[in-house]
Each structure stands twice: as structure tokens, then as C-alpha cells.
């Protein structure tokens, strides 16, 4: 059974991981292209999309590949918060990387008592495995 707290993350995760989606493509379609009218860019959303659904049913797995594949995102929105000319631009940047680290720590946060469940699990197992070997 999952804890409040547990909920309360579960839905930060999803919630930043919409956020995001939204984010991109409002920024390449709308906001602040890289060309007038929209940029190709705004494909940088579609490899957000594969793990929504795993994200939305609480699949441990799903939540703990994310948080490495994320931190792509982060990295675009600090180098495009550090370098690019146009002001909104920067800011939409930097909140592209503010954004990632609440998915980060939220999926993080999520999947730590089930990492703590198995990281006791196989101690268990092997004590126990020691215990019938042993002489």
C-alpha cells in the first residue's frame, strides 16, 4: 500500500512529466522557435510520450529509466538557458531544467521504498542461502 507521501510524488511525477511535454512544444511551436512559424524541434517532446503511460500506472521500472532519460532535457534547458539570444527563449530554458529536476526527484522519491523492499528482500535471501550452505 502506498503512503501519502508516496501519492503525493507518484502525481509530481506526472504532473511535471505533462508539464513538460506542454512546455516543449509551446516553446518550438509558439513561443520562442528557432524559425519563424515552429520549429522541428518540437519533436524533442515525442520520446516523452513512450513513458507516460508506464508514469500514469505507477511501473517501478518505467519511473526509474525516466529519471536517466530526463536528465537529456536537463541538459538542453541549462545550455539553452546559458547560451541562447532571446530572452524568453533563455527563461523558457531554464524552466525546461526546473521542470526535470521536480520529475527527478519525484520519480526518485517514488521509487525509493521499493528499492529499500528489495535491497532487503535480497539480503534476506542471501543470509538465508548462507545459512543452508554453511557446513
Known amino acids: 500500500m502506498e503512503s501519502r507521501l508516496q501519492k503525493f510524488f507518484h502525481l509530481g511525477a506526472i504532473g511535471s ?3 513538460l511535454i506542454i512546455w516543449c512544444l509551446a516553446w518550438e ?13 518540437a519533436l524533442k517532446a515525442a520520446p516523452l510520450l513512450l513513458p507516460l ?6 511501473d517501478v521500472y518505467t519511473l526509474q529509466w525516466t529519471s ?7 541538459t538542453e534547458g541549462v545550455v539553452r538557458g546559458w547560451s541562447d539570444r532571446g530572452q524568453l527563449s533563455a527563461w523558457l530554458g531554464w524552466g525546461e531544467a526546473i521542470i526535470v529536476v521536480v520529475y527527478f526527484v519525484c520519480a526518485i522519491m517514488y521509487v525509493r521504498p521499493y528499492k529499500k523492499a528489495a535491497k532487503k528482500m535480497a539480503k534476506e535471501l542471501l543470509d538465508k542461502v548462507k545459512e543452508n ?3
Open 68 to 74: 536517466m532519460m530526463i536528465l537529456l532535457y536537463f
Open 17 to 19: 512529466l505533462i508539464t
Open 133 to 135: 550452505t554453511v557446513p
Open 29 to 41: 511551436l509558439a513561443l520562442a522557435p528557432l524559425k519563424p512559424g515552429g520549429s522541428w524541434l
Open 53 to 58: 503511460v508506464g508514469v500514469w500506472k505507477r
